[in-house]
């Protein structure tokens, strides 16, 4: 009878453990860098937890043809994107035990997995 009321308890103390984690997991995002590198390190981004652009390094070089640069920026940005999607997504991964919590990241500040 009572079974359920047991199971709930352990719903909840699941709950805010794992919002007790975003919170933390929120704070570190801003500090965490991730780094694209495109055209053999011709230009280099790199980008914070949120997914937010920090840094450009281009080398001197690739400014000789513009149409490339703006290629090899976007590509290096998309990297260091990808690589701060997949880190947030292997902690949500274990924050959550492997459940795929709809929605979870975007609390984050992230896009959707």
Do not use: H, W
């Not at 909840?12 to 704070?27: D, F, P, T, V, Y």
């Not at 995002?29 to 980008?47: K, N, P, Q, S």
């Not at 920026?73 to 959550?96: F, R, T």
Request: hydrophobic share 40%; with cysteine; net charge negative.
């Amino acid at each position: 009878m009572f079974g359920g009321i047991g199971n709930l308890t352990n719903i909840l103390r699941s709950a805010k453990e794992i919002q007790a984690g975003m919170a933390r997991l929120q704070e570190e995002l801003g500090t965490r860098r991730y780094e694209g590198i495109a055209g053999g390190g011709m230009v280099r981004a790199v980008v914070d937890g949120r997914c937010s652009l920090v840094d450009v390094k281009i080398d001197p070089e690739a400014t000789k043809d513009v149409e490339l640069l703006e290629d090899l920026v976007k590509s290096a940005v998309g990297l260091a994107v990808i690589k701060a999607q997949d880190a947030l997504k292997e902690e949500m991964a274990q924050m959550s035990g492997g459940l795929n919590i709809p929605g979870l990241s975007g609390l984050l500040g992230g896009s959707q997995p």
